[in-house]
């Protein structure tokens, strides 16, 4: 009997039960398919570099015509020029881009949250940032 109430409560429980799956940020390099929405990535130091937000508003920057926050990963002095942090295949991403709100802020470190990706705009990857 107490098997057949598991399965039924597994039956019946709702497939976002099962879908909240955490990616590590590195997997965000080399992307072959956009993520689906909803997707969530954890923003673990790289490389024993910290993660942060640099953001702009539209028109502070004449390369971007529209507002948003950038993750950057901050590589160190010393893990940049010290032989022994070197890393030979840096981590790289395609520009992925937070959405601008009044809570963000240029330098806002963000190494231990984690980030949902929310849509394609202006070309590029959006996420919202969730703790």
């Not at 009997?1 to 497939?15: E, K």
């Not at 072959?32 to 130091?45: A, F, M, Q, S």
């Not at 901050?74 to 790289?92: G, H, I, M």
Request: a neutral charge; aromatic letters at 12%.
């Amino acid at each position: 009997m107490i098997t057949i109430s598991a399965i039924l409560l597994l039956v019946l429980m709702p497939q976002s039960a099962f879908a909240d799956n955490i990616y590590p940020f590195k997997s965000l390099s080399n992307l072959r398919e956009v993520p689906k929405i909803g997707d969530t990535y954890k923003l673990d130091p790289v490389d024993q570099a910290s993660i942060e937000l640099v953001c702009w508003d539209k028109g502070e920057s004449d390369y971007r015509s529209f507002s948003a926050c950038e993750i950057v990963v901050n590589y160190s002095e010393k893990a940049l020029y010290d032989p022994c942090f070197q890393v030979t295949n840096r981590f790289s991403t395609p520009p992925i881009y937070v959405e601008l709100n009044n809570n963000r802020f240029s330098g806002l470190h963000v190494s231990g949250m984690k980030i949902k990706f929310k849509e394609i705009k202006y070309g590029n990857l959006f996420f919202e940032l969730i703790k």
